[in-house]
């Protein structure tokens, strides 16, 4: 069964530093999604993706953040100068279609900022 | 704002015994309604869909009711094995491919 593959599965980096956190996508789906999870936290929505371009984002998704997928297969997230408290579980999430199908979501990256 | 609430307490049961999960959310009235379950350290995999015009949802030894009046979920494990202890969110979209989670729910099923 096709899924949804995230790379790497740990990021520790220095505060200020930026991260680009990776994701591959199932191949025919057309929405795509980040999330965060901070530890024993409920997981947070960030920005949702559709047809080259954000549809939604959460007030987490400030300007140190941006999303991308550059070559049609890989979507990333991009956090510019990290700091303490962006240290989460990140998780992408594609959906084949809209209204009700499913997010499918990849196994996270754990982020730790020091 | 909206709210989606779940009991943030764990629920212990024994095997074979059945498991009862509540959602329930304020402000919003969504056209359908998913339940996810979350292993430790994994991404959140999806169960079971409802829909506002459905009142129940099977799927093997899992059951979704789903009550727009009283904007309540709840999700039933029955005959459960100590296999189905995890996490079990559900989820609301709100806005265009805005999906909010709940905080979940901790269940153990004891052996």
């Known amino acids: 069964e096709p899924e949804v593959t995230q790379t790497p599965s740990h990021q520790v980096t220095q505060m200020g530093q930026e991260v680009i956190l990776r994701c591959v996508p199932i191949s025919n789906h057309l929405y795509f999604y980040w999330y965060r999870q901070i530890l024993g936290q409920k997981v947070e929505f960030l920005v949702s993706f559709y047809n080259n371009e954000i549809s939604e984002k959460s007030e987490i998704f400030d300007d140190q953040f941006s999303v991308e997928r550059p070559d049609g297969s890989n979507f990333t997230l991009k956090i510019r100068s990290t700091k303490l408290e962006d240290s989460a579980m990140y998780f992408c999430?594609?959906?084949?279609?809209?209204?009700?199908?499913?997010?499918?979501f990849g196994n996270g990256t754990r982020l730790t900022v020091t | 704002s909206q709210k989606i609430e779940q009991n943030s307490e764990a629920l212990n049961i024994q095997e074979g015994k059945t498991a009862t999960l509540t959602c329930n959310y304020t402000n919003y009235s969504p056209a359908y309604l998913q339940w996810y379950r979350q292993d430790p350290g994994r991404g959140p995999v999806f169960l079971l869909l409802?829909?506002?015009?459905?009142k129940e949802k099977r799927k093997e030894r899992l059951k979704v009711t789903f009550d727009t009046t009283l904007k309540q979920s709840l999700f039933h494990i029955t005959a459960s094995q100590p296999a189905d202890s995890a996490t079990y969110l559900c989820a609301l979209e709100r806005d265009f491919n805005k999906f909010y989670f709940g905080s979940g729910t901790k269940l153990n099923v004891k052996p």
């Open positions: 409802i829909r506002e015009n459905e």
């Open positions: 999430a594609s959906q084949l279609d809209r209204g009700n199908s499913p997010l499918h």
